[in-house]
């Protein structure tokens, strides 16, 4: 079972074990936690919504300035344990339009491996992926699971685009 506190290492904490469409209820600010067990993702909006963050079990004393995060955490989703094949259809265009590859392990630059300037849409079957903006897993990312995405500009993620993944394995927890 995965757990995050949400905290100010002062004063009152909050602790989670599961997905929290909103936190703003239970502390109005705060710019640090710690990850005891498992993966999250924390979002800097309520809903799972605006800037994602990926954290691994540790402290993260004053990890939200550092991350530029805006505010504080406004919602978080625990990631599930995952130890199956993976396995993601990554497109150029939106609605799985354009030059399809698959991918069943990380890519640290689709340009280079592909040609492929551009990931507009994908397709997830099977694990849980982190797709970053910039080759070699930095910028912003997203975290994705099993699923159909047709368009990441409807997603929120208008000026973005995806040039490396990540799956998310089990050295991760």
């Not at 849409?121 to 970053?132: A, F, I, K, P």
């Not at 699971?145 to 394995?169: A, W």
Request: charged fraction near 25%; charge should be positive.
């Amino acid at each position: 079972m995965s757990k995050f506190i949400y905290s100010n290492f002062q004063g009152r904490s909050y602790e989670v074990m599961n997905d929290c469409p909103d936190m703003s209820s239970y502390l109005s600010r705060c710019h640090s936690c710690r990850v005891e067990r498992g993966c999250f993702m924390v979002y800097d909006r309520t809903n799972y919504m605006g800037n994602q963050y990926f954290l691994r079990r540790g402290e993260y004393a004053d990890y939200m300035s550092m991350m530029g995060m805006n505010d504080c955490i406004r919602s978080c989703r625990m990631i599930p344990m995952y130890r199956g094949s993976y396995r993601m259809r990554i497109y150029e265009r939106e609605n799985f339009g354009g030059q399809m590859y698959e991918l069943m392990d990380d890519c640290d630059n689709i340009m280079d491996r592909y040609r492929m300037s551009n990931c507009m849409s994908c397709n997830v079957m099977d694990g849980h992926w982190l797709m970053y903006e910039q080759p070699h897993y930095r910028g912003r990312m997203m975290y994705m699971r099993p699923g159909e995405y047709r368009s990441f500009m409807n997603m929120g993620f208008s000026g973005m685009r995806f040039m490396s993944m990540r799956r998310i394995t089990d050295s991760c927890y």
